[in-house]
């Protein structure tokens, strides 16, 4: 296979965590490569303001995201089960292209709570080693919040955050969140402008004693110029955030806070439309020598690095483990192995609550602008006696209410006629939904492995996602759940509306893009496959980055954790792997 | 009719794709001559490359469906948003248009999906798993119910009174109504979705004609700065909606 001359870096995929990576290593003058299997992506021009609020190209037609025809996976609920293809998208939404799901997000940006970190010690701790049964994988994660404080203050003057902190360096502030671990300053920018139905519900959880805050945005409220030198703009809350482009620099990704930088470095390149097949071990199995990418004309070559750092999406980062033999892949009959392990997600529920006489104008929004309360997120309530441990965010989030998206519930077959078209004009402009966002703890049986039937384009076995809630999660769920309804009740709608969360994971409706596990990190090589620093504990030239390295998937969404962790590797990388390049940043 | 589906913006992007690789096929460069390598130019921006959607022809009939599969979709679509005193249903919005459009290009192809086999019905939980692409899938659906209303009822369902046909599409999304070759239900689903987007999508793919969906439940449409109106609590949204290529006022007394 013909070889192309060596590089410094090579960097696998280019969303989030890969555009920052390769930031902080040109910045260490290192000579760094990128490919990308998709297209490039410019927000401006691929998402103008004049035709980027299409409810049914991006959302329905599902133009932003992987698409099935390339590359899927199949699912299954168990192992008693044939796992299947996904041969549409349902669940959630991998990104294709530059910037990767990161162009499609909400802007969502939280940080873990400091208990999140020690899952399994913390809970044990305060609850006995019966609150985490035996089949209940979960592990500390090998890195504390305060170590990773920093780096998420890196991310979020990255992104502009549109925010009110609720502890400062341990003194709790008015109007932030009161549970969230200490943070070393205010958030760059303040909360979005509150519209009314997060506001109504803010009135009513904080009339039941609960603590409602604005939610974090990477949805700009004014001007901002970060440190990178990068400008941005507001926000103009036209509703279509949440999967789709901003074309308006309001919403960060890596496009409108980095690229502009990045791309301007003669030690940077990025190749587009370039896919990688497969890690290639040197020939004592301790280091990656390269990698073997694909060109959109099917050629392929191996491209050697010295360094290499995977930052495609979750899944994709471990099939390509797994394709590639890197690491023992996990076996959950024997509970042996590590690659593929722990995977887990996110579960969510709504409450619809419509009123007679208040117009809620549920259009407006931006992709993080609402009213949230923690008060039932992480260890912040009493479990004693719950049946359950972790639990998850409620509030408003006012993302927009697109029109078929909001109307049509593929789980409800019964929404159509002459009736349902009355109580649709009537109601629209005043109905809206609390959402619950919940943890999922890891399991013995949900984990990632091969498939022995489907393949790809390529030819390659796809991912098998064997998958599905425990008892812990639906009796978390609908605990919030419970709580969600009496705070719409105390709004005083005319109808209030519960949709738990029932039965097994379903891969139709969309429920979030937060899959997370399959390359875990943790403090011995034994139970984790990447040490704190993310770099592989039996490979050390080779760094693993996103929501692959997660113990358990904890109530918040990932993206602020997994942008804090790139940047807490990527500082090890360059004040301490380098002048020792090769070797262990943690010893075994 | 815009086959492809990737617009004139997506195929100028394809095109400036292969002029590059035929390019580097002549002996520019020796590896990953299909990629696009960019370096220290600060980010590539092309003129005319923005991938602008592509509007539906809706000066003509049906591109896909034959006339007894464009009476059913009229007539079912009809049952599903009809017209009444709030406005105007399905038919006058262009629903069946819009689908049609729709069906005759990818979406109806299944060009995105994951359409290789072995196949297998699976569980409620793994999705779609029919061979079908929708175009096929409404082909067979719609034979299978003319031939099951015209057995129980001698009648082309178009041709059957409208409860009649609110019995036979609950029955169809229950699950009690069965079809030779085509599980009923799913096809229920595809079409109550395809309805949904047809009323309720931009106007430029064929549907929600005059913004009939928008102004029914008063969505504003594809409105870049609401800013204004955030903080306006409870207040009626005071402007009239407004679809990508703007709104018939503009254009028409």
């Given at each position: 296979m013909p070889q192309a001359p060596k590089?410094?870096?090579l960097?696998?995929?280019?969303?989030?965590?890969?555009?920052?990576?390769?930031?902080?290593?040109?910045?260490?003058?290192?000579?760094?490569?990128?490919?990308?299997?998709?297209?490039?992506?410019?927000?401006?021009?691929?998402?103008?303001?004049?035709?980027?609020?299409?409810?049914?190209?991006?959302?329905?037609?599902?133009?932003?995201?992987?698409?099935?025809?390339?590359?899927?996976?199949?699912?299954?609920?168990?192992?008693?089960?044939?796992?299947?293809?996904?041969?549409?998208?349902?669940?959630?939404?991998?990104?294709?292209?530059?910037?990767?799901?990161?162009?499609?997000?909400?802007?969502?940006?939280?940080?873990?709570?400091?208990?999140?970190?020690?899952?399994?010690?913390?809970?044990?701790?305060?609850?006995?080693?019966?609150?985490?049964?035996?089949?209940?994988?979960?592990?500390?994660?090998?890195?504390?919040?305060?170590?990773?404080?920093?780096?998420?203050?890196?991310?979020?003057?990255?992104?502009?955050?549109?925010?009110?902190?609720?502890?400062?360096?341990?003194?709790?502030?008015?109007?932030?969140?009161?549970?969230?671990?200490?943070?070393?300053?205010?958030?760059?920018?303040?909360?979005?402008?509150?519209?009314?139905?997060?506001?109504?519900?803010?009135?009513?959880?904080?009339?039941?004693?609960?603590?409602?805050?604005?939610?974090?945005?990477?949805?700009?409220?004014?001007?901002?110029?970060?440190?990178?030198?990068?400008?941005?703009?507001?926000?103009?809350?036209?509703?279509?955030?949440?999967?789709?482009?901003?074309?308006?620099?309001?919403?960060?990704?890596?496009?409108?806070?980095?690229?502009?930088?990045?791309?301007?470095?003669?030690?940077?390149?990025?190749?587009?439309?370039?896919?990688?097949l497969k890690l290639n071990?040197?020939?004592?199995?301790?280091?990656?020598s390269s990698v073997t990418l694909?060109?959109?004309?099917?050629?392929t070559y191996d491209q050697p690095a010295?360094?290499?750092?995977?930052?495609?999406?979750?899944?994709?980062?471990?099939?390509?483990?797994?394709?590639?033999?890197?690491?023992?892949?996990?076996?959950?009959?024997?509970?042996?192995?590590?690659?593929?392990?722990?995977?887990?997600?996110?579960?969510?529920?709504?409450?619809?609550?419509?009123?007679?006489?208040?117009?809620?104008?549920?259009?407006?929004?931006?992709?993080?602008?609402?009213?949230?309360?923690?008060?039932?997120?992480?260890?912040?309530?009493?479990?004693?006696?719950?049946?359950?441990?972790?639990?998850?965010?409620?509030?408003?989030?006012?993302?927009?209410?697109?029109?078929?998206?909001?109307?049509?519930?593929?789980?409800?077959?019964?929404?159509?006629?002459?009736?349902?078209?009355?109580?649709?004009?009537?109601?629209?402009?005043?109905?809206?939904?609390?959402?619950?966002?919940?943890?999922?703890?890891?399991?013995?049986?949900?984990?990632?492995?091969?498939?022995?039937?489907?393949?790809?384009?390529?030819?390659?076995?796809?991912?098998?996602?064997?998958?599905?809630?425990?008892?812990?999660?639906?009796?978390?769920?609908?605990?919030?759940?419970?709580?969600?309804?009496?705070?719409?009740?105390?709004?005083?709608?005319?109808?209030?509306?519960?949709?738990?969360?029932?039965?097994?994971?379903?891969?139709?409706?969309?429920?979030?893009?937060?899959?997370?596990?399959?390359?875990?990190?943790?403090?011995?090589?034994?139970?984790?496959?990447?040490?704190?620093?993310?770099?592989?504990?039996?490979?050390?030239?080779?760094?693993?980055?996103?929501?692959?390295?997660?113990?358990?998937?904890?109530?918040?969404?990932?993206?602020?954790?997994?942008?804090?962790?790139?940047?807490?590797?990527?500082?090890?990388?360059?004040?301490?792997?380098?002048?020792?390049?090769?070797?262990?940043?943690?010893?075994? | 009719?815009?086959?492809?589906?990737?617009?004139?913006?997506?195929?100028?992007?394809?095109?400036?794709?292969?002029?590059?690789?035929?390019?580097?096929?002549?002996?520019?460069?020796?590896l990953g001559?299909?990629?696009?390598?960019?370096?220290?130019?600060?980010?590539?921006?092309?003129?005319?490359?923005?991938?602008?959607?592509?509007?539906?022809?809706?000066?003509?009939?049906?591109?896909?469906?034959?006339?007894?599969?464009?009476?059913?979709?009229?007539?079912?679509?009809?049952?599903?948003?009809?017209?009444?005193?709030?406005?105007?249903?399905?038919?006058?919005?262009?629903?069946?248009?819009?689908?049609?459009?729709?069906?005759?290009?990818?979406?109806?192809?299944?060009?995105?999906?994951?359409?290789?086999?072995?196949?297998?019905?699976?569980?409620?939980?793994?999705?779609?798993?029919?061979?079908?692409?929708?175009?096929?899938?409404?082909?067979?659906?719609?034979?299978?119910?003319?031939?099951?209303?015209?057995?129980?009822?001698?009648?082309?369902?178009?041709?059957?009174?409208?409860?009649?046909?609110?019995?036979?599409?609950?029955?169809?999304?229950?699950?009690?109504?069965?079809?030779?070759?085509?599980?009923?239900?799913?096809?229920?689903?595809?079409?109550?979705?395809?309805?949904?987007?047809?009323?309720?999508?931009?106007?430029?793919?064929?549907?929600?004609?005059?913004?009939?969906?928008?102004?029914?439940?008063?969505?504003?449409?594809?409105?870049?700065?609401?800013?204004?109106?955030?903080?306006?609590?409870?207040?009626?949204?005071?402007?009239?909606?407004?679809?990508?290529?703007?709104?018939?006022?503009?254009?028409?007394?």
């Open positions: 590089v410094d870096a960097i696998v995929g280019f969303g989030w965590t890969g555009a920052i990576l390769a930031q902080e290593l040109t910045d260490a003058g290192l000579n760094v490569l990128a490919v990308e299997r998709g297209d490039w992506v410019d927000t401006a021009t691929d998402f103008a303001t004049t035709f980027a609020q299409d409810e049914l190209r991006y959302y329905w037609r599902k133009e932003l995201f992987q698409r099935p025809a390339h590359e899927t996976l199949t699912v299954r609920n168990n192992v008693a089960e044939t796992a299947l293809p996904m041969r549409q998208l349902g669940s959630f939404l991998p990104g294709v292209g530059v910037g990767g799901a990161g162009v499609h997000w909400n802007g969502q940006t939280w940080r873990f709570l400091p208990s999140d970190f020690v899952a399994r010690s913390h809970n044990i701790e305060r609850y006995g080693k019966a609150a985490v049964p035996d089949d209940m994988t979960i592990q500390d994660w090998g890195v504390s919040y305060q170590e990773l404080e920093p780096y998420y203050d890196k991310f979020e003057y990255l992104c502009g955050v549109s925010g009110k902190a609720g502890n400062l360096n341990g003194a709790i502030q008015p109007g932030g969140d009161p549970f969230e671990g200490p943070r070393s300053r205010e958030y760059p920018n303040p909360p979005l402008e509150m519209p009314y139905a997060p506001t109504l519900f803010a009135q009513a959880a904080t009339s039941l004693g609960h603590h409602p805050f604005p939610h974090p945005a990477s949805n700009l409220s004014r001007a901002y110029t970060n440190p990178l030198g990068v400008q941005m703009g507001p926000c103009t809350y036209c509703g279509f955030c949440e999967k789709y482009g901003c074309g308006n620099y309001s919403k960060s990704s890596a496009q409108t806070t980095i690229l502009p930088v990045l791309m301007r470095k003669p030690n940077f390149t990025l190749k587009t439309n370039c896919e990688a071990l040197a020939p004592d199995g301790k280091s990656v694909a060109d959109a004309n099917g050629q010295e360094l290499v750092i995977l930052s495609a999406y979750v899944l994709h980062n471990v099939r390509l483990l797994l394709l590639s033999g890197v690491g023992k892949p996990y076996d959950p009959k024997t509970g042996e192995g590590i690659i593929g392990k722990n995977y887990a997600y996110q579960i969510t529920s709504s409450v619809r609550f419509t009123f007679d006489d208040k117009i809620l104008n549920p259009f407006i929004g931006a992709g993080a602008l609402g009213m949230m309360m923690n008060d039932y997120n992480g260890d912040n309530f009493d479990h004693t006696g719950l049946g359950f441990i972790g639990g998850g965010y409620i509030g408003v989030l006012q993302t927009g209410a697109r029109p078929i998206e909001t109307l049509f519930d593929p789980g409800d077959l019964t929404a159509w006629g002459a009736d349902w078209k009355k109580k649709t004009a009537r109601d629209y402009l005043k109905t809206f939904f609390i959402a619950t966002h919940g943890a999922v703890m890891s399991h013995r049986g949900n984990y990632l492995d091969l498939d022995p039937t489907y393949r790809d384009v390529f030819g390659r076995p796809l991912m098998r996602m064997t998958f599905d809630y425990t008892d812990n999660e639906h009796r978390m769920s609908d605990y919030l759940t419970d709580r969600a309804v009496e705070i719409a009740h105390a709004m005083n709608p005319r109808e209030v509306k519960p949709k738990y969360r029932k039965g097994s994971w379903d891969v139709v409706p969309y429920q979030t893009t937060h899959n997370t596990g399959g390359a875990i990190m943790g403090t011995d090589p034994k139970s984790s496959a990447l040490n704190k620093y993310l770099q592989m504990w039996d490979v050390p030239n080779l760094f693993v980055m996103g929501s692959t390295a997660f113990p358990q998937q904890p109530g918040y969404n990932p993206t602020g954790t997994v942008a804090a962790l790139a940047y807490h590797a990527a500082e090890a990388i360059k004040s301490q792997y380098l002048k020792a390049p090769g070797q262990p940043l943690v010893q075994a | 009719m815009d086959s492809d589906g990737l617009g004139d913006g997506g195929r100028a992007r394809l095109s400036r794709r292969r002029l590059l690789s035929a390019g580097a096929l002549l002996g520019a460069a020796p001559v299909g990629a696009e390598a960019i370096r220290g130019s600060g980010p590539p921006w092309t003129p005319n490359t923005a991938a602008y959607p592509q509007a539906a022809d809706t000066g003509h009939r049906y591109d896909f469906f034959t006339g007894p599969e464009a009476a059913f979709v009229e007539a079912a679509a009809e049952r599903m948003i009809p017209k009444d005193e709030l406005g105007p249903g399905a038919v006058e919005a262009g629903v069946p248009i819009f689908i049609d459009r729709q069906l005759a290009g990818d979406f109806g192809k299944a060009a995105s999906w994951y359409m290789q086999g072995p196949w297998a019905a699976g569980e409620k939980t793994q999705g779609y798993q029919s061979r079908y692409t929708p175009a096929q899938m409404y082909r067979a659906a719609i034979a299978g119910i003319d031939k099951a209303t015209q057995r129980a009822s001698n009648a082309t369902f178009a041709r059957l009174g409208g409860d009649d046909q609110d019995a036979f599409l609950k029955r169809l999304a229950s699950g009690d109504q069965q079809l030779d070759g085509v599980d009923a239900k799913s096809y229920f689903k595809l079409l109550l979705q395809n309805v949904m987007e047809g009323f309720f999508s931009d106007p430029i793919y064929g549907g929600n004609r005059d913004m009939a969906g928008w102004k029914l439940i008063g969505f504003p449409g594809a409105r870049y700065d609401l800013t204004a109106y955030v903080t306006q609590h409870g207040k009626p949204f005071p402007l009239p909606p407004v679809g990508i290529t703007g709104r018939p006022a503009w254009t028409r007394s």
